[in-house]
């Protein structure tokens, strides 16, 4: 089988890592992966990348995340996080953004890599450890964002609000 993809070197950020579904690939089996790479006049890498693996037996589950509550009573409240379906370590990372911003054209307000155990992730978000704390205000809404990998391929977002504290 050959797949030809482009490399997504024209975006901005640049996509790391890049990613590619590949269809009509069997469960349960091995298969040998070598990645060429071509030019604009279709000439063929001597060097390749190569890499073995195996597909999953079954259906890969969505990635969701959960909040213990999804309104906030002001910016030192904390909440309770929970993603489900989050793969083994890869380098995979969770932001919070303000709602409207898109990642990746903006830094996160605050992240952290995913620390996965049996498919899940539970943490205790608190906005103390924010690093653009300014950008986190009372009357605002924000997002979880996880994203694959150490770029901006975003699996799951939920949103919640930062209510006036009494």
């Known amino acids: 089988m050959e797949f030809l993809a482009f490399s997504e070197f024209y975006k901005d950020p640049v996509p790391n890592p890049v990613l590619f579904t590949l269809d009509g690939l069997k469960p349960n089996t091995s298969y040998e992966i070598e990645v060429h790479a071509l030019d604009a006049f279709s000439n063929q890498s001597k060097d390749s990348l190569k890499a073995t693996g195996k597909t999953l037996d079954g259906i890969v589950k969505e990635v969701t995340i959960s909040l213990s509550k999804n309104k906030l009573s002001g910016v030192e409240d904390t909440v309770e996080v929970t993603v489900e379906n989050g793969r083994d370590p890869q380098s995979d990372w969770i932001g919070v953004y303000e709602e ?49 990998g150490s770029g901006y391929e975003a699996v799951a977002s939920t949103t919640f609000t930062v209510g006036r504290n009494a």
């Open 100 to 148: 409207s911003v898109k990642p990746g054209d903006k830094a996160s307000i605050w992240w952290m890599y995913s620390k996965v155990e049996e498919g899940t992730v539970k943490f205790t978000y608190d906005p103390k450890n924010n690093i653009y704390p300014e950008r986190y205000k009372e009357g605002a809404a924000y997002k979880f964002v996880y994203f694959y």
